[in-house]
């Protein structure tokens, strides 16, 4: 059974451009979260996803980042005109349920030259 | 009060030493409670879940108490290896999981 799977795993992307990161869940598990850490820091939740639903995006920047988990295939963190400040590891978790426990994908890396 | 809270350490205990450390929640209807560790720059993993009735999994052990509103994660006989940040994980409500920011945890040779 594999895990939590989150490709690419590093990124570089220059100002401006934009940044796909992609999380495949792990198999039955159908709720998707997302963090971000920067350096040093803790991890910061972004936004809770079901299938074709966002249930909580209270931690999603209200610009330039959206997320999405269609009924086929991956999750998708969207990063749109990158800064030099969205630098940061980006894990993915799924459960089977919210009071489960959440295993966690390696992240990605991604550094905004 | 913070939603989850924890002392962010770090705790520098020597090879063999048993350390404890707590994390409280402000939530009293919060629901399922976990406890992970992360390596440096690596993916958080479940250390172990935590029950009602307590729960052991060999050197460590975790408490929940609900009165009080915090848990606890006991290692005893620690090891190098068991070096990392340990994150508390409360389930708040039906739609909200936190993370605590996490103890730094040292073992000194």
């Known amino acids: 059974n594999a895990g939590v799977m989150q490709n690419p795993r590093h990124l570089v992307r220059r100002r401006g451009q934009e940044a796909r990161l992609r999380c495949s869940p792990m198999k039955g598990h159908s709720h998707v979260y997302w963090y971000r850490q920067l350096p040093e820091e803790g991890l910061k939740f972004m936004v809770y996803l079901q299938k074709e639903n966002i249930i909580d995006e209270s931690g999603m920047p209200k610009e330039r980042f959206s997320a999405e988990f269609p009924k086929e295939g991956p999750s998708i963190l969207r990063i749109q005109q990158v800064v030099r400040g969205d630098s940061a590891a980006y894990f993915c978790a799924s459960s089977r349920d919210l009071s489960y426990e959440q295993y966690f994908g390696p992240g990605t890396r991604l550094t905004v030259t | 009060r913070k939603e989850v809270e924890q002392d962010p350490g770090p705790f520098n205990v020597p090879e063999g030493a048993t350390v404890a450390f707590n994390c409280t929640y402000s939530?009293?209807?919060?629901?399922?409670f976990f406890w992970y560790r992360q390596d440096c720059r690596k993916e958080p993993k479940l250390l172990m879940s935590v029950y009602s009735s307590g729960n052991e999994d060999g050197r460590f052990t975790a408490q929940l108490n609900r009165a009080s509103q915090y848990i606890s994660l006991l290692i005893r006989d620690s090891k190098l290896s068991d070096s990392a940040t340990y994150l508390c994980v409360v389930n708040i409500r039906d739609d909200k999981i936190i993370f605590g920011k996490g103890t730094r945890l040292h073992i000194l040779p």
């Open positions: 939530n009293s209807a919060s629901q399922s």
